[in-house]
């Protein structure tokens, strides 16, 4: 595969990753039935996570070429699902200013892992 074909999927497994791990800490928030059942969250939601992350990880890194750029991407992209899941399920704003400063410095961080050669 291409490196960019690879930052592509990278990329689209870490946000599904970034989107189940989000079911799998907020539902206990977000609805009274999840609240006090950690057992059966983890037994939902951890190995589609741990599946996601590892794929993510391993073709992100293959395209980027350094762990460092793949859990930074990672990180980054974790700041487009994060705001709109708790926006939808929560309720919470990401329009605060300290959130529109950090999401902001988050789509930098993924510029530079993605753009910056070298």
Known sequence: MSKITLIILGSLMLLLGQVCA?????????WEWWK???LLTAAI???PVSLAFWWGSKWSYEGLG???SSRLLGFGLSYISFPILTWIFL????????????SLLAFILVAIQVFWKG
Request: proline share 7%.
């Open 22 to 30: 989000w079911f799998l800490n907020n539902s206990q928030f977000a």
């Open 36 to 38: 006090n059942k950690p």
């Open 45 to 47: 939601w951890a190995f």
């Open 66 to 68: 350094t762990a460092w």
């Open 91 to 102: 309720g919470e704003s990401a329009f605060t200013p300290k959130n529109i400063v950090s």
